[in-house]
T-cell receptor
Framework: QQPVQSPQAVILREGEDAVINCSSSKALYSVHWYRQKHGEAPVFLMILLKGGEQKGHEKISASFNEKKQQSSLYLTASQLSYSGTYFCGTAVSNSGYALNFGKGTSLLVTP | DSGVTQTPKHLITATGQRVTLRCSPRSGDLSVYWYQQSLDQGLQFLIQYYNGEERAKGNILERFSAQQFPDLHSELNLSSLELGDSALYFC??????????????FGPGTRLTVL
């Protein structure tokens, strides 16, 4: 049930954009995005519920396509502070007490 | 600072030993989740408690057990430790029993090293 994230890693220059994808083989109820800096705890970014909504948080936004069981995280005009590993956590529709996390996408923003 | 506390921060022990990791959730949160994070597997869900009762089980080994106490703090017990148990162990807390719609706040983690 672990969702698949792509790409595994990406390197950007400051100001560039990036897209991180998360896909599941199961019908999803919600998708949760977290960012983790090295050696620190994952920090919550946003939740997307089924209904195909799109959410934004400053220059970080995400979409959820429940028909395709996919979510994408969009980082625009990236800043150095965006560096870290991004995880998506998914809650499947027929259960949902816990999240299944992908293996993460490592993002490095360089000056 | 998420408001979730975990102790100890680091733990170094030998194979075959038993250790206890402790987690205190955010004030008002009734749900506690335990995760194991190793380099090649990402965040693996172990177990969840809500208001003292076990709610969900993930990939938790039989050598591992957990409980949540009346004051809502939780402990994860790891026994007969093996080298492969070396990892970062996180707990997270949330307010309601289901993860589907609620935000989980992660603690700083306990780094376990088994020698």
């Amino acid at each position: 049930q672990q969702p698949v994230q792509s790409p595994q890693a990406v390197i950007l220059r400051e100001g560039e954009d990036a897209v991180i994808n998360c896909s599941s083989s199961k019908a999803l109820y919600s998708v949760h995005w977290y960012r983790q800096k090295h050696g620190e705890a994952p920090v919550f970014l946003m939740i997307l519920l089924k209904g195909g909504e799109q959410k934004g948080h400053e220059k970080i936004s995400a979409s959820f396509n429940e028909k395709k069981q996919q979510s994408s995280l969009y980082l625009t005009a990236s800043q150095l502070s965006y560096s870290g590993t991004y995880f998506c956590g998914t809650a499947v529709s027929n259960s949902g007490y816990a999240l299944n996390f992908g293996k993460g996408t490592s993002l490095l923003v360089t000056p | 600072d998420s408001g979730v506390t975990q102790t100890p921060k680091h733990l170094i022990t030998a194979t075959g030993q038993r250790v206890t990791l402790r987690c205190s959730p955010r004030s008002g949160d009734l749900s506690v989740y335990w995760y194991q994070q190793s380099l090649d597997q990402g965040l693996q869900f172990l177990i969840q408690y809500y208001n003292g009762e076990e709610r969900a089980k993930g990939n938790i080994l039989e050598r591992f057990s957990a409980q949540q106490f009346p004051d809502l703090h939780s402990e994860l017990n790891l026994s007969s430790l093996e080298l492969g148990d070396s990892a970062l162990y996180f707990c997270a807390s949330s307010h309601i029993p289901t993860a589907r719609t609620d935000t989980q706040y992660f603690g700083p983690g306990t780094r376990l090293t088994v020698l």
